[in-house]
């Protein structure tokens, strides 16, 4: 067939699309500058601005480092995943699919520098690390998987198919992603100090999280993208990530109730703490809501085909599911932070002048740490967005080309 | 040289980087200049040639005046809402003592402190090493290398870190303490006062109890007055099951004491 028209590039869409586009980048600019505002201010007051205690020394910020390293699994363990076994059927979201790891991976490194005291001697880690901390292990795998995203990334953008190497990557991709996910997951694990991360089922449990929210996340971006260009993968690929994602909750559902049953039925008092907290204490709502409406009803839809053919209610699920996991996030930190091991009145000194002392402190973050992650989400989807307009859309455009001159070539392919 | 951020962090207070390290020399001779009675009180009992030191409470001596836990303050300059020695109280709250057998009330006092892990958590887990163990088994903290990511304060099983979480304050008109005062960012805890330690002088709360409920010393040097004791009472040592090893110990109390 022939067009007139050059190609419609995305780069250049209608001009009625201008709008939105515009927004966006404007929604993109307010977020980071946010960001800066809000560190800028935590750099000159210090810590203190945060809702961080002497008891919970840890908060949002390493919810959000935990989470994000989390998400950045599925993009990598889709492409490498498929890859291994051979299959062609999520080529199509490949791209997209690294792109969402290697942001995820950035953030999760750029989310750490607002939880340290001193981020201007963070070099301290490089000059003098100390090898048996879980911490040094981390920074290294982080690195090396932020590496992996980039040669990836650059494999799969070559004009010519590199089907070999990317193989290979794959090889690697893999245990690299177990291990990024289990030493985080160590980093609280190692600690005598808090029993409830204390079990081995946590490296288990952080991967499986890891493999929900990276999945879900994978898919909503792919569903955006889809609306607001004129990328478009098979539609099979949403059903095949939604299958994925029944199985990936399932799992992660199942490793949770053991260690929560193994946890209960010990019945030992450092245990039953922070379990009491979870079921009928300060964090109920959100472990309840997050059992409900982060792993159930989403599950239902992945499971259900009737439920997941509507593309529409799958993202509403997928959603939900990363809604759960940052939620199960929190839920796995705050019960480990308010439970110290001495915990004899008067409690803990409270930090600051005229903070007194605290028996049982309450975590609330203000508004310096939300503004901060605002920051880092909008540095997180600046990311994405340069990737995705500078690598996933051009790719459609020329295999949109592709498709409309060879169609039953593609069909054929795909069956 | 002093380092960017130690200037950086005395710009924001204001003050000259130099001048805590010149203080310190400064006033770490002041205890060179106390009355002989008073070093005489303080003097560390017998010490071998490898030392490691402990600290044994004795809880039936302690009355919970919390002494020790204010000289520990000015002798370490340690800013407001932060102690690195707190006295907690047996029982739900503070006011609200124990109640112990036939509904009699009880006192009892836990003074605590960093037991000064022989195999530290929060060692083991610092990325940079700031966190470390000196020739003497004083667990210590290296301001300069911290970078302030209080994973140490996760790990430690007794909560006894403290966090210099905005720029360290003063209470007006106190006198500054005997060691240089730590920057905004980093962390911070009992070092046995190594300081004194180094004058041959016991640490401060020791000397201040009014109890004598504290004894320090050597634990390596078999005629110690900490080593004698320990042989004769026992002692205890907090969550010893962690297996962290404190070197601060605790003598029960042998009788009760009820209101
Ligand atoms: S008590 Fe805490 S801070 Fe002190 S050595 Fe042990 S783990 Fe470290
Ligand atoms: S806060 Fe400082 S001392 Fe503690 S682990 Fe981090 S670097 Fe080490
Ligand atoms: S030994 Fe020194 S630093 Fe430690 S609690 Fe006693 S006075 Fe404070």
Sequence with gaps: ?415 | MPDATDVLGSLLAGGDPNEGQAAMVERTSAIEALPAASREWGEIDARSDAPRWGMLVDTERCIGCWSCAVICRSENDVALGMWWNRILTAGDDLDTPKVGEHGQLEMEWMPLACQHCSDAPCEKVCPTAATYTNDEGIVLVDADKCIGCRYCMAACPYGVRVFNWGEPEKAPGVEEGMVQARPVGTVEKCSLCVHRIGEGQEPSCVVSCPAQARIFGDLNAPDSRINRLLHDRGGDQLLKEKGTQPKVHYLPPRRRRSL
Excluded at chain 1, 133 to 144: G, H, K
Excluded at chain 1, 263 to 279: D, I, R
Aim: neutral net charge; glycine residues 10%; charged residues 10%.
């Design chain 1, 1 to 415: 067939m022939t067009t007139l028209a050059p190609p419609a590039t995305p780069t250049s869409p209608p001009a009625e699309r201008r709008g939105p586009r515009y927004a966006w980048y404007a929604t993109l600019a307010v977020g980071l500058g946010i960001g800066l505002f809000s560190y800028g201010y935590q750099l000159t007051g210090g810590l203190a601005v945060t809702g961080l205690t002497n008891t919970v020394t840890w908060g949002l910020y390493i919810v959000v480092f935990m989470f994000l390293v989390g998400v950045s699994a599925g993009g990598l363990i889709v492409v490498a995943g498929s890859e291994l076994v051979g299959s062609h059927r999520m080529e199509s979201l490949n791209r997209l699919a690294v792109i969402v790891s290697g942001t995820a991976v950035a953030a999760a490194a750029v989310s750490i520098i607002p939880d340290l005291g001193r981020p201007f001697m963070a070099w301290q880690m490089m000059v003098s690390p100390q090898l048996m901390s879980p911490l040094v292990w981390d920074m290294a795998v982080i690195t090396v998987y932020l590496t992996i995203a980039g040669i990836d990334l650059w494999i799969l953008t070559r004009p010519k198919p590199m089907p070999r190497s990317l193989r290979i990557m794959a090889m690697i991709t893999l245990p690299v992603a177990v291990l990024v996910h289990s030493v985080t997951a160590w980093i609280f694990g190692f600690l005598i100090a808090r029993p409830f991360w204390n079990t081995a089922i946590l490296a288990p449990l952080f991967i499986s999280s890891a493999l929900v929210s990276g999945t879900a996340l994978v898919l909503i971006i792919a569903w955006t993208v889809r609306r607001v260009s004129s990328w478009e993968p098979p539609s099979h690929v949403f059903q095949d990530l939604a299958k994925l994602l029944a199985w990936f909750v399932a799992v992660d559902f199942f490793l949770l109730v053991a260690e929560l049953v193994t946890a209960f039925t010990s019945q030992t008092e450092y245990h039953l703490a922070p379990l009491e907290m979870l079921f009928s204490g300060r964090q109920a709502p959100l472990f309840w809501g997050q059992l409900g409406f982060g792993v159930l009803l989403p599950f239902l839809v992945y499971a259900i085909p009737k439920l997941r053919a509507r593309t529409g209610l799958l993202v509403a699920a997928a959603v939900l599911s990363v809604l759960g996991v940052f939620a199960k996030r929190v839920n796995i930190l705050m019960p480990g932070m308010y439970e110290p091991q001495i915990n004899l009145p008067p409690g803990a000194s409270g930090g600051v002048p005229g903070g007194g002392f605290v028996l049982d402190q309450l975590y609330v973050p203000t508004w310096v740490e939300y503004g901060v992650v605002i920051g880092i989400g909008a540095f997180a989807a600046t990311l994405i967005t340069i990737g995705v307009r500078r690598w996933v859309l051009p790719q459609a455009a020329a295999e949109g080309a592709d498709v409309e001159d060879a169609g039953d070539d593609e069909a054929a392919r795909t069956h």
